[in-house]
Protein backbone atom coordinates (compact mmCIF):
# COMPACT_ATOMS: atom_id res chain seq x y z
CA UNK A 1 0.00 0.00 0.00
CA UNK A 2 1.66 3.37 -0.71
CA UNK A 3 2.94 5.55 1.92
CA UNK A 4 0.50 8.43 3.02
CA UNK A 5 1.26 8.73 6.61
CA UNK A 6 -2.64 8.88 7.11
CA UNK A 7 -2.83 11.38 4.98
CA UNK A 8 -2.31 14.09 7.76
CA UNK A 9 -0.54 17.12 5.86
CA UNK A 10 0.64 18.65 8.80
CA UNK A 11 2.15 17.72 12.03
CA UNK A 12 2.55 19.45 15.45
CA UNK A 13 4.49 17.42 18.23
CA UNK A 14 4.37 18.68 21.93
CA UNK A 15 7.33 17.41 23.59
CA UNK A 16 10.50 17.49 21.77
CA UNK A 17 12.60 14.84 23.58
CA UNK A 18 14.09 11.31 22.48
CA UNK A 19 10.23 10.20 21.72
CA UNK A 20 8.95 13.16 20.01
CA UNK A 21 12.24 14.17 18.32
CA UNK A 22 12.50 10.21 16.83
CA UNK A 23 9.15 10.72 15.46
CA UNK A 24 10.46 13.87 13.73
CA UNK A 25 13.17 12.08 12.58
CA UNK A 26 11.72 9.02 11.35
CA UNK A 27 9.10 11.26 9.50
CA UNK A 28 12.13 12.76 7.23
CA UNK A 29 13.57 9.40 7.27
CA UNK A 30 10.52 8.01 5.91
CA UNK A 31 9.55 10.25 3.20
CA UNK A 32 7.11 12.20 4.73
CA UNK A 33 6.18 15.36 2.65
CA UNK A 34 3.82 17.50 5.02
CA UNK A 35 5.09 19.95 7.25
CA UNK A 36 6.25 18.92 10.92
CA UNK A 37 5.91 21.78 13.96
CA UNK A 38 7.34 21.36 16.82
CA UNK A 39 6.66 22.65 20.41
CA UNK A 40 8.17 22.67 23.79
CA UNK A 41 8.52 24.75 26.97
CA UNK A 42 12.50 24.88 26.70
CA UNK A 43 13.79 26.64 24.22
CA UNK A 44 16.96 24.53 23.69
CA UNK A 45 14.72 21.75 22.86
CA UNK A 46 13.54 23.55 19.70
CA UNK A 47 16.68 25.04 18.40
CA UNK A 48 18.10 21.52 18.48
CA UNK A 49 15.39 20.65 16.55
CA UNK A 50 15.77 23.09 14.01
CA UNK A 51 19.76 22.31 13.97
CA UNK A 52 18.76 18.56 13.21
CA UNK A 53 16.04 19.53 10.55
CA UNK A 54 13.85 17.26 12.29
CA UNK A 55 11.38 19.95 12.60
CA UNK A 56 10.26 23.14 9.69
CA UNK A 57 9.24 25.23 12.81
CA UNK A 58 9.24 25.60 16.52
CA UNK A 59 7.12 27.21 19.07
CA UNK A 60 6.97 27.52 23.08
CA UNK A 61 3.87 29.59 22.65
CA UNK A 62 0.98 28.18 21.23
CA UNK A 63 -0.83 30.75 20.42
CA UNK A 64 1.96 31.60 17.81
CA UNK A 65 1.21 28.09 16.03
CA UNK A 66 -0.15 28.19 12.17
CA UNK A 67 -3.28 26.05 14.10
CA UNK A 68 -4.82 26.44 10.27
CA UNK A 69 -2.12 24.17 9.05
CA UNK A 70 -2.30 21.30 11.81
CA UNK A 71 -4.46 17.99 11.13
CA UNK A 72 -2.89 16.17 13.37
CA UNK A 73 -1.55 16.53 17.37
CA UNK A 74 1.09 14.23 19.03
CA UNK A 75 1.35 15.03 22.74
CA UNK A 76 5.01 13.38 23.55
CA UNK A 77 5.30 14.84 27.25
CA UNK A 78 5.29 12.89 30.21
CA UNK A 79 2.26 11.39 31.02
CA UNK A 80 0.63 13.58 33.86
CA UNK A 81 0.71 16.90 31.73
CA UNK A 82 -1.21 15.63 29.14
CA UNK A 83 -4.43 16.90 30.25
CA UNK A 84 -3.24 20.52 31.20
CA UNK A 85 -2.10 20.62 27.28
CA UNK A 86 -5.41 18.90 26.10
CA UNK A 87 -7.22 21.68 27.77
CA UNK A 88 -4.75 24.42 26.65
CA UNK A 89 -5.02 22.98 22.82
CA UNK A 90 -8.69 22.50 22.31
CA UNK A 91 -9.20 26.07 21.84
CA UNK A 92 -7.21 26.25 19.01
CA UNK A 93 -7.98 23.00 17.00
CA UNK A 94 -9.52 22.75 13.70
CA UNK A 95 -12.67 20.63 13.51
CA UNK A 96 -11.01 17.66 11.64
CA UNK A 97 -7.47 17.69 13.72
CA UNK A 98 -7.19 14.03 15.29
CA UNK A 99 -4.88 14.23 18.72
CA UNK A 100 -3.05 11.45 19.57
CA UNK A 101 -0.18 10.70 22.18
CA UNK A 102 3.07 8.64 22.65
CA UNK A 103 2.52 7.91 26.34
CA UNK A 104 3.67 4.98 28.74
CA UNK A 105 0.07 4.60 30.27
CA UNK A 106 -3.01 4.57 28.93
CA UNK A 107 -6.21 3.15 30.89
CA UNK A 108 -8.54 6.05 32.64
CA UNK A 109 -5.82 8.82 30.96
CA UNK A 110 -7.48 8.08 27.43
CA UNK A 111 -10.66 8.06 28.26
CA UNK A 112 -10.38 11.22 30.00
CA UNK A 113 -8.47 13.04 27.03
CA UNK A 114 -10.95 11.69 25.04
CA UNK A 115 -13.59 13.40 26.91
CA UNK A 116 -11.73 16.44 27.44
CA UNK A 117 -11.24 16.41 23.61
CA UNK A 118 -14.42 15.63 21.65
CA UNK A 119 -16.09 16.60 19.35
CA UNK A 120 -12.40 15.88 18.24
CA UNK A 121 -11.51 12.46 18.37
CA UNK A 122 -8.70 11.21 20.08
CA UNK A 123 -6.68 7.70 19.73
CA UNK A 124 -3.89 6.81 22.29
CA UNK A 125 -0.49 5.14 21.21
CA UNK A 126 1.92 3.84 22.92
CA UNK A 127 5.31 2.73 21.08
CA UNK A 128 7.29 -0.21 22.52
CA UNK A 129 10.50 1.41 22.14
CA UNK A 130 13.08 4.01 23.70
CA UNK A 131 16.49 4.25 25.78
CA UNK A 132 17.11 5.10 29.21
CA UNK A 133 18.50 8.85 27.50
CA UNK A 134 16.21 11.88 27.23
CA UNK A 135 16.06 14.94 24.73
CA UNK A 136 15.83 15.15 20.95
CA UNK A 137 20.01 15.01 21.28
CA UNK A 138 19.55 11.14 21.51
CA UNK A 139 16.58 11.18 19.12
CA UNK A 140 17.06 7.64 16.61
CA UNK A 141 15.71 8.60 13.13
CA UNK A 142 15.36 4.27 13.41
CA UNK A 143 13.56 3.93 17.00
CA UNK A 144 9.97 2.97 15.59
CA UNK A 145 11.27 0.61 12.52
CA UNK A 146 9.63 -2.64 13.21
CA UNK A 147 8.48 -1.93 17.19
CA UNK A 148 5.50 -2.75 18.40
CA UNK A 149 3.17 -0.28 18.38
CA UNK A 150 -0.11 0.07 20.84
CA UNK A 151 -3.31 1.54 19.83
CA UNK A 152 -6.08 1.96 22.38
CA UNK A 153 -8.86 3.59 20.97
CA UNK A 154 -12.26 4.50 22.33
CA UNK A 155 -15.23 5.74 20.32
CA UNK A 156 -16.48 4.44 17.38
CA UNK A 157 -14.36 7.08 14.57
CA UNK A 158 -12.83 4.02 12.94
CA UNK A 159 -11.98 6.30 9.94
CA UNK A 160 -9.60 8.51 12.35
CA UNK A 161 -8.17 5.34 14.06
CA UNK A 162 -7.56 3.90 11.00
CA UNK A 163 -5.76 7.04 9.96
CA UNK A 164 -3.52 6.76 12.79
CA UNK A 165 -2.84 3.21 12.50
CA UNK A 166 -1.62 4.00 9.10
CA UNK A 167 0.61 6.80 9.88
CA UNK A 168 2.70 4.36 12.18
CA UNK A 169 2.67 1.57 9.81
CA UNK A 170 4.20 4.12 7.49
CA UNK A 171 6.88 5.19 10.08
CA UNK A 172 7.95 1.26 10.59
CA UNK A 173 5.85 0.35 13.35
CA UNK A 174 4.32 -2.80 13.91
CA UNK A 175 0.72 -2.19 15.24
CA UNK A 176 -1.84 -3.78 17.69
CA UNK A 177 -5.01 -2.45 18.88
CA UNK A 178 -5.43 -2.69 22.88
CA UNK A 179 -7.94 -2.24 25.60
CA UNK A 180 -6.92 0.88 27.55
CA UNK A 181 -6.65 -0.86 31.07
CA UNK A 182 -5.31 -4.28 29.60
CA UNK A 183 -2.66 -2.09 28.28
CA UNK A 184 -1.93 -0.79 31.53
CA UNK A 185 -1.70 -4.31 33.56
CA UNK A 186 0.56 -5.54 30.65
CA UNK A 187 3.28 -2.58 30.99
CA UNK A 188 2.89 -2.45 34.47
CA UNK A 189 4.40 -5.76 34.67
CA UNK A 190 6.49 -5.98 31.64
CA UNK A 191 7.62 -2.19 31.74
CA UNK A 192 6.97 -0.25 34.67
CA UNK A 193 7.68 -2.96 37.57
CA UNK A 194 11.33 -3.79 36.13
CA UNK A 195 11.84 0.56 36.00
CA UNK A 196 10.71 0.87 39.43
CA UNK A 197 13.04 -2.44 40.31
CA UNK A 198 15.80 -0.78 38.91
CA UNK A 199 15.62 2.32 40.14
CA UNK A 200 15.30 0.45 43.71
CA UNK A 201 18.21 -1.87 43.59
CA UNK A 202 20.51 0.99 42.94
CA UNK A 203 18.70 2.82 45.90
CA UNK A 204 19.66 -0.21 47.59
CA UNK A 205 23.67 -0.01 47.48
CA UNK A 206 23.22 3.58 48.50
CA UNK A 207 22.22 2.72 51.41
CA UNK A 208 24.45 0.03 51.80
CA UNK A 209 27.23 2.01 50.35
CA UNK A 210 26.27 4.93 53.30
CA UNK A 211 26.00 1.78 55.96
CA UNK A 212 29.31 0.79 55.27
CA UNK A 213 31.34 3.40 54.07
CA UNK A 214 32.57 1.97 51.08
CA UNK A 215 31.87 3.16 47.78
CA UNK A 216 30.20 0.51 46.07
CA UNK A 217 29.37 1.87 42.80
CA UNK A 218 33.25 1.71 41.80
CA UNK A 219 33.05 -2.06 41.83
CA UNK A 220 30.06 -3.50 39.22
CA UNK A 221 30.56 -5.92 36.70
CA UNK A 222 28.71 -6.23 33.50
CA UNK A 223 25.45 -7.83 35.79
CA UNK A 224 24.84 -4.43 37.85
CA UNK A 225 25.22 -2.50 34.59
CA UNK A 226 23.24 -4.81 32.23
CA UNK A 227 20.29 -5.25 35.20
CA UNK A 228 20.13 -0.81 36.14
CA UNK A 229 20.90 0.82 32.81
CA UNK A 230 16.99 1.62 33.12
CA UNK A 231 17.66 3.60 36.41
CA UNK A 232 19.53 5.89 34.42
CA UNK A 233 15.74 6.88 32.64
CA UNK A 234 14.66 10.39 33.45
CA UNK A 235 12.74 10.41 37.21
CA UNK A 236 10.38 12.97 35.80
CA UNK A 237 8.88 10.76 32.68
CA UNK A 238 8.82 7.58 35.19
CA UNK A 239 7.37 9.58 38.60
CA UNK A 240 4.66 10.44 35.86
CA UNK A 241 3.80 7.05 34.88
CA UNK A 242 4.34 5.26 38.33
CA UNK A 243 1.85 7.47 39.28
CA UNK A 244 -0.66 7.68 36.43
CA UNK A 245 -0.58 3.72 36.24
CA UNK A 246 -0.62 3.52 40.37
CA UNK A 247 -3.20 0.67 41.25
CA UNK A 248 -1.15 -1.81 38.61
CA UNK A 249 2.30 -0.63 39.82
CA UNK A 250 1.54 -1.73 43.06
CA UNK A 251 -0.08 -4.44 42.46
CA UNK A 252 3.20 -6.04 40.50
CA UNK A 253 5.63 -4.61 43.30
CA UNK A 254 3.25 -6.74 45.77
CA UNK A 255 3.92 -9.66 43.51
CA UNK A 256 7.58 -8.88 43.21
CA UNK A 257 8.27 -8.75 46.74
CA UNK A 258 6.37 -12.04 46.68
CA UNK A 259 8.51 -13.44 44.64
CA UNK A 260 11.70 -11.96 46.13
CA UNK A 261 10.45 -13.81 49.50
CA UNK A 262 10.20 -16.69 48.14
CA UNK A 263 13.51 -16.94 47.15
CA UNK A 264 15.03 -15.48 50.43
CA UNK A 265 12.86 -17.80 52.48
CA UNK A 266 14.90 -20.96 50.33
CA UNK A 267 18.48 -19.18 50.44
CA UNK A 268 17.39 -18.94 54.44
CA UNK A 269 16.21 -22.47 54.72
CA UNK A 270 19.19 -23.90 52.47
CA UNK A 271 16.62 -25.82 50.39
CA UNK A 272 18.72 -26.42 47.88
CA UNK A 273 15.77 -27.77 45.80
CA UNK A 274 13.76 -24.90 46.08
CA UNK A 275 17.17 -22.63 44.79
CA UNK A 276 16.90 -24.25 42.29
CA UNK A 277 13.49 -24.59 41.06
CA UNK A 278 13.20 -21.05 41.31
CA UNK A 279 16.36 -20.26 39.26
CA UNK A 280 15.74 -23.07 36.50
CA UNK A 281 12.69 -22.00 36.13
CA UNK A 282 12.73 -18.36 35.29
CA UNK A 283 16.18 -18.95 33.79
CA UNK A 284 14.11 -21.04 31.29
CA UNK A 285 11.41 -18.29 30.86
CA UNK A 286 14.02 -16.18 30.21
CA UNK A 287 15.86 -17.70 27.79
CA UNK A 288 12.85 -18.20 25.51
CA UNK A 289 12.62 -14.56 25.12
CA UNK A 290 13.37 -13.18 21.73
N1 LIG B 1 11.66 7.22 26.88
C1 LIG B 1 11.05 6.08 26.60
O1 LIG B 1 11.66 5.01 26.61
C2 LIG B 1 9.59 6.12 26.22
C3 LIG B 1 9.08 5.07 25.42
C4 LIG B 1 7.75 5.12 25.01
C5 LIG B 1 6.93 6.16 25.43
N2 LIG B 1 7.43 7.16 26.21
C6 LIG B 1 6.56 8.27 26.57
O2 LIG B 1 6.91 9.36 25.74
C7 LIG B 1 6.61 10.60 26.38
C8 LIG B 1 7.85 11.50 26.30
O3 LIG B 1 8.92 10.89 26.95
P1 LIG B 1 10.44 11.13 26.54
O4 LIG B 1 11.19 9.93 27.02
O5 LIG B 1 10.53 11.57 25.13
O6 LIG B 1 10.81 12.33 27.53
P2 LIG B 1 11.93 13.50 27.35
O7 LIG B 1 12.22 13.95 28.72
O8 LIG B 1 13.03 13.04 26.48
O9 LIG B 1 11.11 14.63 26.58
C9 LIG B 1 10.00 15.29 27.10
C10 LIG B 1 9.95 16.67 26.50
O10 LIG B 1 8.73 17.29 26.89
C11 LIG B 1 9.00 18.65 27.24
N3 LIG B 1 7.92 19.07 28.15
C12 LIG B 1 7.72 18.68 29.43
N4 LIG B 1 6.59 19.23 29.91
C13 LIG B 1 6.07 19.96 28.90
C14 LIG B 1 4.89 20.74 28.76
N5 LIG B 1 4.02 20.86 29.75
N6 LIG B 1 4.67 21.35 27.58
C15 LIG B 1 5.55 21.22 26.55
N7 LIG B 1 6.67 20.51 26.62
C16 LIG B 1 6.92 19.88 27.78
C17 LIG B 1 10.38 18.62 27.87
O11 LIG B 1 10.99 19.91 27.81
C18 LIG B 1 11.08 17.58 27.00
O12 LIG B 1 11.75 18.18 25.89
C19 LIG B 1 6.21 10.24 27.80
O13 LIG B 1 4.81 10.33 27.92
C20 LIG B 1 6.67 8.81 27.98
O14 LIG B 1 5.85 8.10 28.89
C21 LIG B 1 8.75 7.17 26.60
O1 LIG C 1 14.66 0.30 26.55
C1 LIG C 1 14.40 1.15 27.36
O2 LIG C 1 15.24 1.87 27.87
C2 LIG C 1 13.01 1.37 27.78
O3 LIG C 1 12.84 1.66 28.92
C3 LIG C 1 11.92 1.30 26.81
C4 LIG C 1 10.53 1.07 27.39
C5 LIG C 1 10.50 -0.32 28.05
O4 LIG C 1 10.23 -0.42 29.24
O5 LIG C 1 10.73 -1.30 27.33
C6 LIG C 1 10.20 2.13 28.38
C7 LIG C 1 9.02 2.76 28.42
C8 LIG C 1 8.09 2.66 27.35
O6 LIG C 1 6.88 3.14 27.56
C9 LIG C 1 8.36 1.71 26.33
C10 LIG C 1 9.56 1.09 26.28
Redesign the pocket.
Known sequence: MEKDFGGFKGILIIGLGIIGGSLALALRKEGYKGKIYGFDLNKNRIEKALELKAIDEGYDFYEMIPWENIDFVVLSTPVKTFESIALKIKPFLKDDTVISDV??VKGDLVLRLYEILKPHVFVGV???????KEGIENAKYDLFKNARLILTPVGEDREKIEKVEKFWKDIGSKTEIMDPHLHDFV?AS???L??AIAFALVDSLIVLSKETGIDLFKYPGGGFKDFT??AA?SPTVWKD?FLENKENVLHTIDVFEKSLERLKEAIKKEDEKEILNILSESREKRMSLD
Open positions: GSHPIAGTEFVSHPHRISI
